[in-house]
C-alpha cells in the first residue's frame, strides 16, 4: 500500500512523518539508503536510530551495523 492510504496519515506529506515515527517507535533502529530531514528528527524523537547509508543490500547492511561498520551518511537526509 501507498502511505497515503495508510491510517492517520494526512493529505500531505508533511504529515507522513508523524504516522511513520509512530509506527516504528518499538525498533531500535531504522537504516535507509535517504529520508526527509523531518523524518530523521521524528525517529530520533521516539528514541529510534537512524543509520542512512549507500548500502543497497539489507543483509549487507544489517551485517555491517552489527559488526558496528555501518557509517551514517547524515548528507543523505533530504531537507523537504
Do not use: Q, W
Not at 10 to 24: N, R, S
Not at 53 to 80: C, F, K, P, Q, W
Amino acid at each position: 500500500r501507498d502511505m497515503s492510504e495508510m491510517p492517520g496519515c494526512g493529505e500531505g506529506h508533511h504529515d507522513k512523518p508523524v504516522f511513520v515515527a509512530e509506527a516504528i517507535k518499538d525498533c531500535d533502529v531504522l537504516i535507509a539508503g535517504g529520508m526527509g530531514a523531518p523524518m530523521v528528527e521524528r525517529a530520533g524523537a521516539v528514541g529510534v536510530e537512524v543509520v542512512l547509508t549507500e548500502v543497497r543490500s539489507i543483509d549487507e547492511a544489517l551485517g555491517m551495523y552489527v559488526a558496528g561498520t555501518l557509517v551514517h551518511e547524515a548528507g543523505r537526509a533530504h531537507h523537504n
